[in-house]
């Protein structure tokens, strides 16, 4: 609004401008101002260093980083720099309260079932990526059983229309949906938005326990993968040019990539015999 104001009015004064227009006359000077380079930094060895050792907490980094990088910074900064990232120690402590009034937590509903074919379980999770002169988010959507990326987005925004975005993608990608989705707790995964779509499509939803990694353990290791194979190999580039390098590696990841708890088949092999052995085995119990 601030931009409405004009210097040099005939009739009106900035002071009475801003009051009609309800902005503080502070901000007629104001130049938006993108991350240095020392924060850009800073968030680029956090990420690198929680996926080193995602038990680390804000006191022990605060050490590391002035041990081995030789950066001097406070516990507060520390916190503030990794929760606006969306990373969070792991750790395990006892459930001494729930969740107050806000968006529903839902029930973690993998634990001891048997997940035995493509679309019974996706699962889905957002990861920080350094940019040249700032971050983004990834959020990608995987097929539980053949740990193939179905879908994904990439943002300079960490909020629900990037996850909405990958999950259309997955489906779209597909053209099928899963029985049950499996997220975290992160607010884009409570939301209305998100859990309404779920819904709406006859999807069941599923939530880790608070800081348990392990409940969502194929996404959290190709974030990994991703991350010591192309992001952190290659300078920084911008969104677009992120988005084109990870164009190519996922397709290579589904499409080319043997994984060895998968019998050295690709993901996409596994993703598409699975699914037309299940089609060929519904389409014979139609037609008896």
């Known amino acids: 609004m601030s931009d409405l104001v ?8 900035c002071r009475q401008q801003c009051i009609l227009l309800g902005v503080s006359r502070s901000s007629l ?4 101002v993108g991350e240095n380079q020392e ?21 022990r980094l605060v050490s590391v980083l002035e041990r081995d990088y030789e ?19 792991i750790y395990c402590k006892p459930r001494t309260s729930i969740p107050g009034e806000g968006n529903r937590i839902y029930p973690y509903l993998l634990r001891d079932l048997p997940i035995t074919e493509p679309d019974q379980v996706w699962c889905s999770d957002i990861t920080y990526v350094p940019m040249e002169s700032g971050h983004g988010y990834l959020c990608a959507v995987m097929d539980w059983h053949s740990r193939k990326v179905l879908g994904w987005e990439l943002s300079n925004t960490m909020d629900t229309q990037l996850c909405l975005a990958a999950l259309e993608n997955a489906v779209k990608n597909s053209g099928r949906l899963p029985k049950i989705m499996n997220t975290d707790q992160g607010a884009q995964f409570t939301s209305t ?17 608070k800081g348990r990694w392990m409940d969502n ?29 990870l164009e190519v590696w996922i397709k290579r990841y589904n499409d080319w990539r043997p994984h060895q708890a998968l019998g050295n ?3 996409a092999q596994v993703y598409e015999e699975r699914s037309a052995k ?10 008896a």
């Open 6 to 13: 004009e210097v040099g009015h005939p009739s009106l004064s």
């Open 29 to 32: 000077g104001y130049v938006p």
């Open 39 to 59: 924060e850009i930094q800073l968030r680029r060895i956090l990420d690198e260093l929680h996926l080193t050792d995602p038990c680390l907490g804000t006191r």
């Open 71 to 89: 950066i001097h910074v406070n516990r507060k900064c520390v916190q503030r720099v990794r929760r606006e990232m969306g990373l969070e120690a």
């Open 193 to 209: 938005e998100w859990t309404s779509r779920l819904e709406s499509m006859g999807v069941s939803i599923s939530m880790d326990g």
């Open 217 to 245: 353990v194929f996404i959290e290791r190709l974030w990994r993968s991703v991350k010591y194979e192309e992001i952190y190999l290659r300078e920084s580039g911008t969104l677009t040019q992120q988005w084109k390098r």
């Open 265 to 267: 088949k690709t993901p």
């Open 278 to 287: 299940i089609n060929y085995e519904e389409t014979k119990k139609c037609v």
